[in-house]
């Protein structure tokens, strides 16, 4: 499979599992000359986009983007419409050497993703994946829950036995922000820096990781928990993992968890 290949079978899953209605979420990939190149003639800049935030770090680099507007549902029967190769030309400028067939430009969230792209890679060199996505559990707690990434990375830990192993250092979480502009990018890039998910109140998650299945597995997780927090929130609770549990666990799996949560 070429990239693009890959990066549509990951995207119609997220929308089988009913985390990206109509034309929510998106999704920025790392992809070497090498993986272009499967597809397409690198060199070759049809369009060029603007933008003021700083990409000085990742200049030369190549980005798969989804299409502002873009359906997940309709990926897997027109890629080349709803997916762009990017390569950062400059500073400030995105030129497109694959996609957007139908003249769309990237995600209103592009310059987010862009900025979680630097912050994660000063943290881990081999980060590539940011996805966007609308999952509807999460979404849920945002509404219930203290919008409190104490709160959240507890709760979630608590959930199932796999949580902590998952997502050690947490899940960060951010109040009710405008959408596609610049001050929710320059808040989630922040976090970044801590942690590879942050959670949108009332909209949905931002996760990262170095492979299309690192990620997909890290949103499946933290949504899975957040489903069961969402099943038994109203009910009896007869018993529960507690700290020692998850210390437990951590030991088992030589886990390095986020400190400050449990102990
Ligand atoms: O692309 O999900 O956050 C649509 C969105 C914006
Ligand atoms: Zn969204």
Known sequence: MNVIEEVVEILDLLYKH???ERNGGNLSYIVTREEVSEVTNPDIVSRTFKYNCDMTDLIGKYFVITASGSYFKNMVKASEENL????VLDKNTLGLVWGYSSGAHPTSEAPTHLRCHIERLKVDKESRLVIHCHTTNIICMTHICP????FFTETLWKMQTESIV???EGVA???WILCGGDLIGIETAKLMS???SVVWAQHGLFATGKSLDEVFGLIETIEKAAEIYMKI???KIMQSISNDNLKEIAVAFNI?????IID
């Open 18 to 20: 009913g985390w990206d």
């Open 84 to 87: 762009g190769i990017l390569k």
């Open 147 to 150: 919008l409190d990434s104490k």
């Open 166 to 168: 998952v997502f050690p």
């Open 173 to 175: 979480v951010l109040p």
């Open 194 to 196: 801590e942690y590879r």
């Open 233 to 235: 929130c109203d009910k």
């Open 256 to 260: 390095n968890y986020r400190k400050g």
